[in-house]
């Protein structure tokens, strides 16, 4: 039984995806009651003040892999470990990854994503399902998913060749399922023929350190794979996510299908709008692995601003993380191999403020803009809005208290991670939580975590939400573009081929 609690948050300003204003925000028993002026708080109500904070719909993140099995290891921020680090920066519901091993059953695979995080989260979060395998079964579990386990996305991966990527014709098929399903396809889009290709001549050539990572899967790679998910989805008339765009080239490829009326999302990662690549060719090997991720950062120190530009403009949607972490001597265990060095990095914790420091406070976005990148958009795509993503009468109390003017230099040795690096080591950044509430319960002020673990829920979400508007017609109206047309039958000569 979860023990909510009432709070009045008196004197901020409300910060919605679409709009400003002066407001205070009462919430009772975890749902927003009331918004509006000069509100007067019930007896027993605690009372916060926000008065030069924005208050803003808890941050979402849709990417986060927490003790993920992966690469002969498990990444070590766990569900509990995860979204403290999650609330310590704004961020109140995360979308995780359930990856079935190929054959395995997804239904299986679902209930021990369940089990591993219904006990330790300290605050509600959903579940897309990767595919990552095809035939009559995952069809059948696919149906099984949506309409009694409340997942309505399913990713799949173009990349990790002999482990979790599917070919053409199998993303065919499932992307068919997801439309039937009213599903949303992910895409992890990098070729991975051509990565294997280019990790065996990388090696070939002498180069087994985590420069080699970038190097064997430069971003045509990337462009290219992102460019055939999109035409597959689009030969099927389904909405197609792509996760983690990493490359310019990759942004341009999604840039270019929006331009010409297709479906497409795109979700750039705290990683790719704040670092560059360069640091995997850190003489550190340490400091070098800890930036191996797929598809990887890209050495372009200009990458960065152009994602954030390509937010700003509604080219791209979703600020994700992939927060997947693994220490030092995890990642040893590429050291004399860097295809073996366990992918991934952190991002859960600091997304919020790299989105701020790199977004509004470059003037590329405002405040409502920030809202939209790390709330809302994923509320709407994801289908949990407005349950999430907005401050509004009945909307869920998932509220953060966002001090502007508020600074703190990133370091391993202040964040709530497990993991011992921190991408962003040394960055300085202006915008930061302040207070984090979930439920309407505080979990974070003072720079002290108050979280409960197992307190948070699953939320289910129902397929045939908003990336699937209108694509009904869509398909109507192609339908009229593909007509028979009517013609005398040919009665001329036909070639006889048993004659010489
Ligand atoms: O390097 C990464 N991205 N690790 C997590 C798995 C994935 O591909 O999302
Ligand atoms: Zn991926
Ligand atoms: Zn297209
Ligand atoms: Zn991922």
């Excluded at 800890?290 to 050495?299: D, H, L, Q």
């Excluded at 997947?324 to 859960?348: H, L, W």
């Excluded at 958009?377 to 009468?393: C, D, E, L, S, T």
């Amino acid at each position: 039984m979860v023990n909510y609690v009432s709070i009045l948050i008196k004197n901020g300003t409300v910060t919605n995806d679409d709009h400003q204003c002066k407001s205070d925000v009462l919430i009772i028993d975890g749902k927003i009651k009331d918004v509006g002026l000069n509100l007067v708080a019930p007896a027993g109500v605690q009372v916060v003040d926000a008065t030069d904070k924005l208050v803003i719909p808890g941050g979402i993140d849709p990417h986060t892999h927490f003790q993920l099995p992966f690469m002969g290891t498990v990444a070590v921020d766990d569900f509990n470990i995860g979204t403290q680090a999650a609330v310590s920066g704004g961020t109140t519901f995360v979308i995780d990854f359930v990856i079935p091993t190929k054959g395995q059953s997804l239904l299986e695979a679902y209930d021990q994503w369940r089990s591993w995080a219904d006990p330790k989260v300290n605050h509600d979060y959903g579940l897309h399902v990767a595919i990552t395998w095809w035939g009559e079964q995952v069809s059948r579990e696919m149906e099984i998913l949506v309409k009694e386990r409340g997942v309505s996305s399913f990713k799949v991966f173009m990349a990790y060749k002999n482990a979790f990527m599917v070919n053409d014709e199998e993303m065919y098929h499932i992307f068919k399922r997801c439309k039937e399903l009213g599903a949303l396809a992910q895409v992890h889009a990098e070729n991975g023929d051509l990565v294997l290709e280019g990790q065996k001549k990388i090696l070939a050539m002498g180069i087994t350190g985590p420069e080699g990572h970038e190097l064997s899967r430069p971003e045509e790679l990337e462009a290219e794979a992102t460019n055939r998910a999109i035409t597959i989805a689009n030969s099927v008339n389904t909405p197609v996510y792509i996760v983690h765009v990493m490359s310019k080239g990759a942004a341009e490829v999604i840039r270019h299908h929006r331009g010409k009326g297709h479906r497409v999302f795109g979700e750039p990662i705290a990683a790719g709008l704040g670092v560059d690549g360069q640091q995997c060719w850190n003489h550190d090997w340490r400091h070098a692995a800890a930036y191996v991720m797929g598809p990887p950062i890209r050495p372009d120190p200009t990458t960065k601003e152009y994602l954030m530009d390509m937010l700003a403009t509604g080219d791209l949607h979703c600020v994700g993380t992939d927060n997947c972490t693994f220490c030092a001597d995890q990642k040893a265990m590429g050291k004399d191999d860097f295809t073996r060095i366990p992918n991934g990095v952190n991002g859960v914790e600091d997304r919020m403020s790299i989105v701020w420091e790199k977004g509004v406070n470059t003037g590329k976005l405002t405040a409502c803009d920030f809202v939209r990148v790390t709330s809302t958009a994923a509320a709407k795509i994801f289908n949990v809005y407005p349950q999430k993503g907005r401050i509004a009468i009945g909307c869920d109390g998932d509220v953060v208290l966002w001090d502007p003017k508020a600074t703190k230099t990133i370091s391993a040795a202040t964040h709530h991670h497990a993991v011992d690096f921190n991408i962003f080591e040394g960055m300085k950044v202006t915008g930061l939580a302040d207070t984090t509430i979930v439920a309407g319960k505080i979990v974070w002020s003072n720079n002290k975590l108050q979280t409960v673990q197992g307190s948070g829920k699953y939320i289910e979400s129902t397929a045939f939400g908003h990336p699937f508007l209108g694509i009904e017609t869509r398909d109507i109206a192609r339908n009229e573009l593909l007509f028979k047309v009517e013609r005398e039958p040919y009665t001329g000569p036909v070639i006889d081929l048993s004659k010489k």
